[in-house]
Antibody
Framework: QVTLKESGPVVVKPTETLTLTCTVSGFSLDNDRMGVSWIRQPPGKALEWLAHIFSHGTKFYSTSLKSRLTISKDTSKSQVVLTMTNVGPVDAGTYFC?????????????????WGQGMLVTVSS | IVLTQSPGTLSLSLGARATLSCRASQSVSDNYLAWYQQKPGQAPRLLIYGASNRATGIPDRFSGRGSGTDFTLTISRLEPEDFAVYYCHQYGPSHTFGQGTRLEVK
């Protein structure tokens, strides 16, 4: 059974760094041709893709947020970590991690077939 | 690629047919387009991938079609559990989502 679960701070102060962890089970982060993305959703708004890490370690980032994001993984812990620097009010919302199949040859990842439940992050001093 | 979904809100009765549209600002390569259903407080659920392929466990009343820049999700006979927000997602170049269509009970 594939599951993903987000964890991290519920509240983060403006200008601080947000660190979120996605713990997965039911698949391997390094040899199942499956990668993990982070996607966020401001309250009442649409989804926004943020970053992706492939099974072999290649990372892709949203062009608009690339300078503030870092995605990494710890295969031994089955965890994918997203850090976002210098957070502000516009970064508040629900953060999801989601699994996507990938083609290493095409350097592509595809639709998101499994999602975590999401984690609501508030930005407040 | 910018995805524009229409209508923003769709009000229909149980048993009716729902047609949701997703238009892309550029052609979506290889029909790399998916549809998701999201209910309040829940994560999105994958319905359709590759424009027309139903995901595992999705009822056959859900169908997707389209190519290039115009895509459609159809729900043939609305059930109570189908009232939700629906998002399209293109994964041709990069990844973007539409702004969503809210399907509500009339």
């Amino acid at each position: 059974q594939v599951t993903l679960k987000e964890s991290g701070p519920v509240v983060v102060k403006p200008t601080e760094t947000l660190t979120l962890t996605c713990t997965v089970s039911g698949f391997s982060l390094d040899n199942d041709r499956m990668g993990v993305s982070w996607i966020r959703q401001p309250p009442g708004k649409a989804l926004e893709w943020l970053a992706h890490i492939f099974s072999h370690g290649t990372k892709f980032y949203s062009t608009s947020l690339k300078s503030r994001l870092t995605i990494s993984k710890d295969t031994s812990k089955s965890q994918v970590v997203l850090t976002m620097t210098n957070v502000g009010p516009v970064d508040a919302g629900t953060y999801f991690c989601a699994r996507a199949g990938e083609s290493i040859w095409l350097k592509k990842f595809f639709e998101f077939d499994y999602w975590g439940q999401g984690m609501l992050v508030t930005v407040s001093s | 690629i910018v995805l524009t979904q229409s209508p923003g809100t769709l009000s229909l009765s149980l048993g009716a047919r729902a047609t949701l549209s997703c238009r892309a600002s550029q052609s979506v390569s290889d029909n790399y387009l998916a549809w998701y259903q999201q209910k309040p407080g829940q994560a999105p659920r994958l319905l359709i991938y590759g424009a027309s392929n139903r995901a595992t466990g999705i009822p056959d009343r859900f169908s997707g079609r389209g190519s290039g820049t115009d895509f459609t999700l159809t729900i043939s006979r609305l059930e109570p559990e189908d009232f939700a927000v629906y998002y399209c997602h293109q994964y041709g170049p990069s990844h973007t989502f539409g702004q969503g269509t809210r399907l509500e009970v009339k």
